[in-house]
Structures are given as structure tokens and as C-alpha cells.
């Protein structure tokens, strides 16, 4: 998440084509561990270090998310099982079911539900609780595979990544950023050529 806060416009593509694959090599490496040195585990940080549980289902939630950020499905299947177990945890603990599990037959095809729910935000109408905020968070999570199941990729990403965009994915995108169409931006274009050209443009780079 680092690198999403710190970097926009030309260095777009060292967020999406450098260290989203360096942060997903090695969550892999964490998940590869055994079980009794594995970073997330709920024993180690609540029972052993004495952590709290919502200190323990965040840290879990960001060794999830390089996978969910791939556009790999096997680590969409990955990240989906993982979720599903912190859910049920979070359902113990808070004595409540998940709202959104109503709907998850509708979620899992909607194309549209991640950037809609992002948009929306978790529910505040009574303050923010922490079971509501996780099942919106987890779900957030979970709609980010009908994007991959469709398009094999993240349409969002084309720009970042030197990619062409077929019609459907660019009406995709415009409406997954609110009305914003970048394909035909400088910034497009440059990143563009860098890929076409196998270089890149040094980071903080792009003004020059």
C-alpha cells in the first residue's frame, strides 16, 4: 500500500508493474512458512504476544492483499479462502453474521460492486463499529475477483502498465473512476513508449 500512497502519474507504472510484484512474491513467501512461523497466525499474536483481535485481523487483511491486488486468479482463490476464514472469526467474535452474505452469489459476478462499495465506504451510520467496518472491507476484498474472472486482468491497470484496452475494458474503466478516461492522457502515452521501448523512467522522473 506504500507505494499507492506515495507515487501517481508516470511512477503509476512502479506501482502496478514493480512492487505489486515484489509485495506479492513475498506475502507468498510468508504464506510458504509452516504454520507455527507464519506471521498471520491468530495463536501467535493473541495468545503468545498479546494482541488485540482487531490488531490481528488487520495484519491479516494486509498479508492478503498483494494476492487480492494480483490479476491472478489462483491467488484470487487464495485470498477468497483466507477471507472467508477471517470472516467467520470476526462473526464469532462479534456474535453477528455477516450482512453481505446475502448477497454473495450477486457480489461474486458483479464487475462494478468493487468500485461502487470502495466508493460508498463501509457503514457510519451509527459510528464505525469494528465487525461492520471488516465485513465491508472483507467483501471489498472478495469483489475484486469478478474483475479478474472477466477481464483476466485489471482494466484500471492498462495505463499504469503500457496496456491496449479493448472497448468494453476502457468503458469499464471510465466508470470504475467515476467518469475519468486517462487512455489518451501524456502520461498514458508516455508509459506507453517506455514499455514499447523496454526502458523506464526513473522514479520522479516524469516532469523532466
Known amino acids: 500500500q506504500g507505494p499507492r500512497a506515495l507515487f501517481e502519474d508516470m511512477d503509476e507504472r512502479y506501482i502496478y508493474d514493480y512492487f505489486q510484484h515484489v509485495s506479492r512474491k513475498y506475502a507468498q513467501q510468508l504464506l510458504n512458512?509452516?504454520?507455527s512461523l507464519r506471521i498471520d497466525s491468530k495463536k501467535r499474536w493473541m495468545e503468545e504476544q498479546g494482541a488485540s483481535f482487531d490488531y490481528w485481523v488487520l495484519l491479516r487483511l494486509w498479508l492478503i492483499a498483494p494476492l487480492i491486488h494480483a490479476e491472478v486468479l489462483t491467488d484470487h482463490e487464495l485470498g477468497g479462502v483466507m477471507n472467508e476464514e477471517v470472516r467467520v472469526e470476526v462473526e464469532k467474535f462479534s456474535s453477528k453474521t455477516d450482512p453481505y452474505r446475502a448477497r454473495r452469489a450477486e457480489l461474486a459476478v458483479d464487475t462494478h460492486a468493487f468500485g461502487r462499495m470502495y466508493r460508498e465506504g463501509p457503514p457510519l451510520e451509527n459510528g464505525v463499529k469494528m465487525d461492520e467496518w471488516f465485513f465491508w472491507m472483507w467483501t471489498v476484498a472478495d469483489v475484486h475477483k469478478p474483475i479478474i474472472d472477466k477481464f483476466g486482468k485489471y482494466p484500471y491497470q492498462d495505463v499504469a502498465k503500457g496496456r491496449l484496452s479493448t472497448d468494453e475494458e476502457r468503458e469499464w474503466?471510465?466508470?470504475?473512476?467515476?467518469?475519468?478516461?486517462?487512455?489518451?492522457?501524456?502520461?498514458?502515452?508516455?508509459?506507453?513508449?517506455?514499455?514499447?521501448?523496454?526502458?523506464?523512467t526513473p522514479l520522479g522522473g516524469g516532469d523532466e
Open 173 to 200: 474503466t471510465i466508470v470504475f473512476q467515476n467518469g475519468v478516461d486517462k487512455s489518451n492522457s501524456e502520461v498514458a502515452k508516455r508509459i506507453r513508449e517506455d514499455v514499447l521501448k523496454g526502458r523506464w
Open 33 to 35: 512458512l509452516p504454520r
